[in-house]
């Protein structure tokens, strides 16, 4: 039995959809590290529903526990307890099925700096057995409309920071994935990059491409989500529509929504 | 095991090593030159003893040393993929360790197979000439490919322990220089440290190929259950090498 946590907006008890019917079903999903003193409880029973063909912002200030989320969600970590089910696949004992139907955007634009930006779409795509010809023309239709096509045979070590966040996200996306993560992919670029990855991820969202969004701008998560996460200390504080949110809370925006529930800023960090 | 993610690492694997010929250079010529450089000097000294120069009882540990730097290399590049964020990246995807174990195995067999081939052209120049002919060149080539992939292994092994890649250059040599010191380029009867070679894969590869230049039978049980030796230890390293990777990926 799934747990209900405050202001989450699922009641799996009470709803006569079954859990499975979630692209993302997280269930009581803890992540310790080991300190000095004392383990660190990074995400701390953590549950919740992400409906297929949604964009789902995880929204908190830098060390909330987003990104360990994120982390054990794409099979990068161990839960230290708890479990997830992504597409009705378990991270745990079934992995291999989730990974072959998601991408992952990370925090940092990982790619191979002696490779073409062509090249690095290349290896990437080739991860999930895509052809040539499907590499080449999935390639295409993303490089355009990043703007990135006239660069695309550019050794990467020789892309600005923007237009490496830009490549990382088409190289996250060569594969058409069904569930995508992104890990604040706007982070560092400026208000003009920015506006036109929001264009992008709102072009290429669809009933079965399910979107989950990592960030701390609140205007992104504001433009993007359908729902969104307010996540701190490893704890989740709230779910619902940021529209709701801001509704519930009677106030102007989820900055506002953020500083009610925590009694500070997101931008503040919580270290 | 896909073939198509196998080769696909392999190709980038050989353009990195490719992309700086400097280094590339540098480290394909590193034996060959020390190849040459000891032919020269010790091929007609026989201090070590009546029947074989100095020269033709280091040169089987001058190959082996070839292929012991691919721990270096192996353990380098992982954790410098890893530092850098690629690792997490590749594990996101549905690459498996085994295919990636096994593209690195192969990745980093080409460079000591050349240096392999570059050092046996500067032994025939300075006038080294084996008594088994091509087929002992394809067992000695044969030995070395299996010892590369344990280096491999080992070097696995060292990335797990590693923050970053120049510690990892640096731990390598916990696994290089033992197996050089005890069991490649010195004799190890010849310093008293005989009782530890026995543990060493690379003493197995040494000793087989020092059998086959000096014209044993290529059907020679020792050298057989030398490789028979070198392929249980290579396996057993890879087993390692694949567990501590998997423990890596979760850290």
Known sequence: MLHITKDTGLDYNSSKQSPRAYAIEVDHLSKSFKGKLEDVKAVNQISFGIERGEIFGLLGPNGAGKSTLISMLTGILSPTSGNAYIGGHSIIDDLQPVKEMMSVCPQEPALYKFLSGMANIEFFGKMYLMSDEQITRRAEELLRQLGLFDFKDRLVRAYSGGMLRQLSLIVSLISDPDILFLDEPTVGMDPRNRRKVWDFLGNINSPEKTIILTTHYIEEAEALCNRVAIIDFGELLALASPAELIKKYDVDNLEDVFMEITGRSIMEGSY | ?251
């Open chain 2, 1 to 251: 095991m896909k073939i198509q993610r196998i080769f696909t690492i392999v190709k980038m694997e050989v353009r990195r090593q490719v992309m700086d010929p400097l280094v590339l250079i540098f480290t394909l010529l590193l034996v060959p030159a020390m190849v040459l450089i000891f032919g020269l000097t010790m091929g007609s000294n026989y201090g070590w003893s009546s029947q074989y120069t100095i020269f033709e009882i280091m040169l089987p540990g001058f190959l082996t040393y070839a292929c012991l730097l691919t721990i270096y290399d192996s353990a380098a590049s992982v954790t410098g993929e890893r530092e850098l964020g690629l690792q997490k990246r590749l594990y996101s995807t549905p690459l498996t360790s085994r295919e990636y174990i096994s593209s690195q195995m192969i990745s980093y067999t080409i460079k000591p197979v050349i240096q392999l081939f570059l050092a046996l052209g500067m032994a025939f120049i300075v006038g080294f000439r084996p008594l088994n002919g091509l087929l002992g060149y394809i067992l000695i080539i044969l030995f070395m490919v299996v010892l590369t992939f344990c280096s491999v292994g080992f070097g696995m092994i060292t990335s797990t322990f590693s923050n970053s890649a120049s510690t990892a250059g640096g731990l390598a040599f916990i696994f290089i220089v033992p197996q050089q010191v005890f069991a490649t380029f010195i004799p190890p009867d010849f310093i008293g440290a005989g009782s530890f070679k026995w543990i060493f894969p690379s003493y197995y590869a040494t000793d087989a190929v020092g059998m086959i230049f000096a014209g044993n039978s290529l059907t020679n049980s020792v050298i057989w259950a030398r490789m028979a030796i070198l392929a249980v230890m290579s396996a057993i390293i890879y087993l390692a090498g694949l567990y501590f990777y998997e423990r890596m990926k979760k850290r």
